[in-house]
């Protein structure tokens, strides 16, 4: 069956630019994470929705961002005037019930370089 | 807030020996601890996870044991394969939260 997929899987912004990543997750799946991913390191949650709510963005490194998923499937992470700090890869992730003690299943990523 | 801590961050072994990963961290209420793989280029993939009810986990050459007074948890690859050459991640859940806290993650190379 289909998996986790994300759009685009390259993004190359300027400075100053906004951007917008989006995220399909499994169908049916209630939980969907956001990470960040800076080369050589772990995943680092950004956050978090069950169904269409928004249940923890404590890991958003600052007001540039910010994610939505209005119907509880598709989710859009937006990133206003882009940094170069911002580049990294930018993971989603689904599971099939609420909360994080379950498996997750990552999309492919998403590459931002910020020029 | 959960702190997840993972050794070593480099491994190499030779084809066939035995690899073992290990985590520590910090959550005592954390009940829930995956292992994943992610190979170079491509998305994390979950290998295994172990609750907190049990202390050890198998599926063929891998398996996780998970010590709750030490808080800390081990992944062990018996066998090893060229194919096992990859990042490996634990992780664990901040039970404050929503989050799920990774560690930097171990570089395995296994040499033919």
């Known amino acids: 069956g289909a998996g986790v997929s994300q759009s685009p899987r390259y993004k190359v912004a300027k400075r100053g630019q906004d951007v917008a990543l989006r995220c399909d997750p499994i169908?049916?799946?209630?939980?969907l994470f956001w990470y960040q991913q800076a080369l050589g390191q772990g995943p680092e949650f950004l956050t978090y929705?069950?169904?269409?709510?928004?249940?923890?963005k404590s890991g958003l490194p600052s007001d540039r961002f910010f994610a939505e998923r209005p119907e509880g499937s598709v989710s859009t992470l937006k990133i206003q005037r882009t940094q170069q700090e911002d580049s990294a890869v930018y993971l989603c992730?689904?599971?099939?019930?609420?909360?994080?003690?379950?498996?997750?299943?990552f999309g492919p990523g998403t590459r931002l370089t910020v020029l | 807030g959960e702190n997840v801590e993972q050794h070593p961050s480099t491994l190499s072994v030779q084809e066939g020996d035995s690899a073992v990963i290990k985590c520590t961290y910090s959550?005592?209420?954390?009940?829930?601890f995956p292992w994943y793989k992610q190979e170079l280029g491509k998305r994390p993939q979950l290998i295994i996870d172990?609750?907190?009810?049990?202390g050890e986990k198998k599926d063929q050459r891998i398996a996780v044991t998970l010590n709750k007074t030490a808080k800390h948890f081990s992944l062990h690859i018996t066998e090893t394969q060229p194919e096992d050459s990859a990042v490996y991640f634990c992780?664990?859940?901040?039970?404050?939260?929503?989050?799920?806290?990774f560690g930097a993650g171990t570089r395995l190379f296994v040499k033919a």
């Open positions: 992730a689904s599971s099939a019930t609420s909360g994080r003690a379950n498996e997750q299943f």
């Open positions: 169908s049916g799946h209630v939980s």
């Open positions: 929705f069950q169904n269409e709510a928004q249940l923890d």
């Open positions: 959550d005592s209420a954390s009940n829930y």
């Open positions: 172990i609750r907190s009810n049990v």
């Open positions: 992780a664990s859940p901040d039970t404050g939260g929503f989050k799920t806290i």
